[in-house]
């Protein structure tokens, strides 16, 4: 049930919307990794972890022939289908709720997959209150991202592109060797850093991961900062 509202000022916007109780709602990372997104016109687009819809909506904007768009929301097709009719775009855009790629036609090809999986450890996620239900993207939060990019595999066309937000509040090191492993090249698009909340810095969390290497976060002035970053992903050989 749509129960609040969100106006999104990035890519293609500004737009109204609606927002469910168990909507993940546009962030930092959504309108940097839409800044970055390139879709040529014509292309068949796999939005994995869609939320609210919103880059779907873009990427529908910029040209895409069709978006499906997957989100493990249990109302994400009422909330994606409303706000893709909201903008003009729905004709364009086909909502599933599920994991991954487990609910999309087994014979889908994609020119583009947008993978804005959830990818914090599992106790970063439950004490920052980011994400409408319990749990991010692993002990590690490079575990989701992770299974996400072996299972994109299957679905990316041969000289596909997959466009990933990673960043210092997870094992990046583990998501770009795995990028590697699967696809070839791994390109940075886009960088921001992003200052943690206070409360959440000082966090037992915080400490632990950090102290075991598995989350970074350097100073400006006073403040902890984290550094967010959205790399570009394809079988091409030779990236780096």
Same mark, same amino acid.
């Given at each position: ?6 106006? &999104? ?47 779907? @909506?873009?990427?529908?904007? $910029? ?14 097709? #009422? ?28 014979? $889908? ?17 439950? #004490?920052?209150? &980011?994400?409408? !239900? ?8 490079? #575990? ?21 937000? !990673? ?28 200052? $943690? ?17 598995? @989350?970074?976060?350097? !100073? ?5 900062? &984290?550094?967010?970053?959205? &790399?570009? @992903? ?7």
């Amino acid at each position: 049930m749509v129960a609040a509202s969100f106006k &999104w000022k990035g890519r293609e916007g500004p737009m109204e919307l609606r927002i469910s109780g168990t909507t993940f709602r546009p962030s930092t990372i959504s309108s940097l990794l839409a800044k970055a997104l390139r879709i040529d016109p014509g292309d068949v687009v796999v939005d994995v972890g869609c939320g609210s819809g919103i880059l779907a @909506i873009v990427a529908a904007k $910029l040209g895409a022939a069709h978006v499906h768009a997957v989100d493990v929301s249990p109302d994400v097709v #009422e909330v994606g289908t409303a706000n893709a009719t909201d903008h003009g775009v729905a004709e364009r855009i086909t909502f599933y709720q599920g994991s991954f790629f487990s609910p999309l036609p087994p014979d $889908l090809e994609a020119d583009v997959i947008i993978g804005d999986v959830s990818g914090i450890p599992d106790r970063l996620a439950d #004490e920052s209150g &980011w994400f409408p !239900t319990k749990g991010g993207g692993g002990p590690r939060g490079s #575990e989701v991202p992770i299974k996400m990019l072996e299972e994109a595999r299957r679905v990316l066309k041969p000289m596909g592109r997959l466009f990933l937000p !990673t960043g210092t509040l997870q094992d990046e090191a583990a998501i770009l060797s795995a990028a590697r492993a699967a696809f070839g090249k791994v390109k940075k698009l886009a960088e921001q850093v992003i200052p $943690l909340p206070g409360g959440l810095a000082g966090s037992a969390a915080v400490r632990d991961l950090e102290s075991q290497g598995v @989350i970074s976060l350097t !100073t400006r002035g006073s403040r902890f900062v &984290w550094t967010a970053r959205v &790399w570009e @992903i394809g079988p091409s050989p030779g990236g780096a």
